[in-house]
Nanobody, 112 residues
Framework: QVQLMESGGGLVQAGGSLRLSCRVSGGIFRDNAMSWFRQAPGAERDVIARIGRTGHAQYDDSVKGRFTISRDNARNTLYLQMNNLKVEDTAVYYC??????WGQGTQVTVSS
């Protein structure tokens, strides 16, 4: 059974940093593209970063230059380094493994 477990969320002031982790068990992590999504209250769940099997990364414009997605295939773990956080980054962050595996989400709250 495939399981994804996020960690690293929390409360941070604007301009601060957080690093999210997503550990995958029960699946072939290295063979799958991985993504980070986020969902703010009342909004849809949107993809913000994606990394392919070989490490090629893509970002939504809203986070480009501030967030970095990475993966450690030896540890079956996906990361999201978030720098220069803004109030509008407040959301529940989810990791996703192709095609349809999801974590439970981790709350990120950025205060002004």
């Amino acid at each position: 059974q495939v399981q994804l477990m996020e960690s690293g969320g929390g409360l941070v002031q604007a301009g601060g940093s957080l690093r999210l982790s997503c550990r995958v068990s029960g699946g072939i992590f290295r063979d799958n593209a991985m993504s980070w999504f986020r969902q703010a209250p009342g909004a849809e769940r949107d993809v913000i970063a994606r990394i392919g099997r070989t490490g090629h990364a893509q970002y939504d414009d809203s986070v480009k230059g501030r967030f970095t997605i990475s993966r450690d295939n030896a540890r079956n773990t996906l990361y999201l380094q978030m720098n220069n956080l803004k109030v509008e980054d407040t959301a529940v962050y989810y990791c996703n493994m192709d095609p349809f595996y999801w974590g439970q989400g981790t709350q990120v709250t950025v205060s002004s």
